[in-house]
């Protein structure tokens, strides 16, 4: 089981740590860009990026269910940590399920008909989502690496 934990350690990483890259760095360091250039970048970056997304859900959840049967022996005595992981897990997947069939669907099909100020909009909702699930996977993260120690 340690290569699931090793695959559900680098899922993690890969997702939160693209989250924070996007929103601490890039965001800020994109901001002067004329809108045309600076959507067209953010649409070429989601692009790439939720394809990792994708994939890095899938590892987290098979994984992450994988332990919990074969190390935990299932869902009856679970500790609270893993309960606590466990939802918020599914809240940031709900979340990005959301942002990639509204938001992100409509702003990809603006910047290709040229439309910026309407894909403006859509990428303000982006945003915010990216924020919360940022915030919700860095406390996940802070959640499960001390979890086994209280
Ligand atoms: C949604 C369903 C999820 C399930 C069922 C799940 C389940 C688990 C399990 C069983 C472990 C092993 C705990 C241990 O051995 O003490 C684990 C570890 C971990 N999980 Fe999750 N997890 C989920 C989602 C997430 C998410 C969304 C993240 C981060 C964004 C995350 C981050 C981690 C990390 C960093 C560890 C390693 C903790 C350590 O070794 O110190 N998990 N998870």
Do not use: C, T
């Amino acid at each position: 089981m340690s290569a699931a934990h090793a695959l559900h350690v680098l899922a993690a990483v890969l997702w939160v740590g693209g989250m924070f890259f996007a929103y601490m760095i890039l965001r800020p360091s994109a901001g002067p860009l004329e809108p045309p250039d600076r959507l067209s970048l953010w649409a070429r970056v989601f692009q790439r990026f939720f394809g990792w997304v994708w994939g890095s859900i899938l590892v987290l959840l098979v994984s992450g269910y994988g332990m919990i049967h074969l190390e935990f022996g299932g869902f009856a005595h679970l500790p609270i940590y893993i309960n606590v992981m466990q939802g918020l897990g599914w809240i940031m997947v709900l979340m990005f399920l959301h942002l990639f069939f509204a938001p992100w669907k409509r702003f990809r099909r603006l910047v290709a008909a040229g439309d910026f100020p309407a894909a403006k909009d859509q990428l303000e909702q982006i945003r915010m989502i990216v924020k919360i699930n940022l915030g919700i996977g860095l406390v996940v993260v802070l959640v499960a690496g001390s979890g086994r120690y209280w």
